[in-house]
């Protein structure tokens, strides 16, 4: 078993609001996260796949499958766009911890369908909101 | 228990080629990793070991013994070389960045007497690594 780990990165907006707090709660939970105009980071995502090297490729994903997976589920739908107007965020407040959770379930639903999502699992997804800030989400079992 | 991580440099060629696939497979499947003339990569290796700290030491580890055993058994075999063809194992195992970690852990951790292997990280670029925790996985 090897764990595998790419690296990739978007960028995207988002402002730190509850509808259902008062806006002096949301001022006071999100502080400047809360400014009405939003703000905006370069995320880094890394996705680690966990599996067996098969024995002919020495591989234990396929990259190039995993690129275009990644590209097609997250990149292209998140990147340059403001993540509180994405359907997923319309009840749920798009801090990172939410949108680390929301990607996983994205990428392991689809997962299976993967020529290499047979052998290999998706093992964690780490989201790097700044430097000094990551969030990791496993999925609820482990 | 603590666990201490030491980080090593090394330049390697390689190409991605398996004798038992076609050559349109080895095309199809490797891109242009399969180019026979091969290419290169600066490897980051993290090498991490666990074991209690020696109450007179204070240490988990002699760090120059785990220098010189990194050096002996990976810098001297991979640095500057044509993974391929200069490294037995490789021969007939595709030299992949998977492959690469699998060698390294079976190089150093028989030579560790002192602490237990934990861990051995490989970069192959800074957008993709590979962890290896040895034949019985640790979480």
New interface residues.
Partial sequence: ????????MFSASHRLHNPRLADGENSQIYGKCNNPGGHGHNYFLEV?VAGP?DP?????V???ELDGYVQSAILTPFDQTSLNGQPIFAKLVPTSENLCIEIHRILQEGWKELPSGKKARLQSVRLEETISNFFEYSGDAQ | MIYLTRKAEFSASHY?H?P??SPEENRR???KCNNPLGHGHNYVLEVTVQGEIDPRSGMVVDLKDLKEILAREVMDIFDHRFLNEEVPEFRT???????L??SIWRRIAPKLSFCALHRVRLYET????????GST?KQ
């Fill in positions: 078993m090897v764990h595998l780990t790419r690296r990739y680690t090297i002919l490729t020495g591989m234990v396929n990259l190039a | 991605y398996s038992e696939l499947i490797f891109g195992r595709v030299p992949t960045t998977e492959n970690a699998v800074p957008d993709l690594f590979v962890d290896y925790f996985e």
